[in-house]
């Protein structure tokens, strides 16, 4: 099954919270992960902070059209201690 991304948060930095729809939930650091054509503009905090979360797809997405695969993002999710 493909983990869906039920709500998303910005905590810090290039941090987001995310929850998904199992109740699977903590802090994703993507500031490594920003590279690429559709990444690197997202380095601008300004423009990384307009993610939201697609009603279809249930992953995040930002205005200028870049996406992260939801199975990514669940591997990547550090649950607090």
Do not use: C
């Not at 930095?13 to 690429?36: A, K, N, P, S």
């Not at 902070?49 to 990547?76: C, M």
């Amino acid at each position: 099954m493909i983990p869906r991304v039920a709500e998303a948060y910005y905590v810090q930095d290039f941090i987001i919270h995310l929850r998904f729809t199992d109740g699977m939930e903590g802090d994703v650091d993507l500031q490594h992960e920003l590279y690429g054509e559709l990444f690197e503009p997202l380095k601008d905090r300004a423009l990384f902070r307009q993610f939201s979360v697609h009603p279809e797809f249930h992953t995040l997405v930002w205005p200028n059209g870049a996406d992260i695969a939801p199975e990514f993002l669940y591997e990547k999710v550090q649950v607090p201690a």
